[in-house]
């Protein structure tokens, strides 16, 4: 609530009048299938809206809140300390502008995207473990975030790595 709204004038004035409203649910499932393996999974829906707001946006949803979002993660620990583990990121396409008018370029939304990661570890000691992450494993081309116009946008991330020491203690 009291989101600031322009009077849309050459020179605006702003009032604290906008009010925005995301009703959804978001369910989750954590556990393990047998002692070695375990398995995450996640989704959640969302309806937003701009309940209040400058006359162009009135009833318009809110930018980058794409309707549905799901992951999913497990991983398997094999003998020796090693363990391997890999998911999925789903996010659905999310519009760029709140505004009820028609958008005036082609890019309309952020289209939807699925992103796969994966990691493999080893236990050094019982201590220590050195872990490999790679995020983005498919290397999938999407984008991340949009400007209002329409003109710019930033990327994902293309595929990447980590490799980090833990410490146990």
Same mark, same amino acid.
């Given at each position: ?12 004035t ?5 009010k925005?409203?995301?009703?959804g649910v978001?369910l989750?499932?954590?556990?393990k299938?047998?002692k070695?393996?375990s398995?995450?999974v996640g989704?959640?829906g969302?309806d937003?809206k701009i ?10 949803v809110?930018v980058f ?7 999913s993660?497990a991983?398997?620990?094999?003998? =020796?300390g ?6 999925m990121r789903? %996010?659905d396409?999310? $519009?760029r502008?709140s505004?009820? /008018?028609?958008?005036t370029?082609?890019?309309l939304?952020?289209p939807?995207y ?6 493999a570890?080893y236990?050094v000691?019982k201590n ?6 790679v995020y983005?494993l ?7 975030? =949009? ?6 946008y930033?990327p994902? %991330?293309q595929r990447n $790595?980590?490799v980090s020491?833990? /410490?146990k203690?």
């Open positions: 609530s009291n989101e600031l709204v322009s009077d849309g004038a050459p020179v605006p702003y009032a604290q009048v906008g925005r409203r995301v009703q978001e989750g499932l954590v556990g299938v047998s070695a393996v398995v995450s989704w959640s969302m937003s309940v209040r707001g400058a006359p162009a946006q009135q009833g318009g809110i809140s794409p309707k549905n979002t799901f992951t993660w991983t398997i620990q094999l003998p =020796l090693v363990t391997l583990g890999g998911g789903y %996010a396409s999310s $519009a502008s505004n009820t /008018a028609a958008p370029s082609n890019l939304d952020a939807a699925w992103v796969g990661d994966a990691m570890s236990d000691s220590w473990q050195v872990q490999l992450n983005n498919f290397d999938r081309k999407y984008i991340q975030s =949009l400007n209002n116009g329409g003109s710019r930033a994902g %991330a $790595a980590l020491l833990n /410490a203690f």
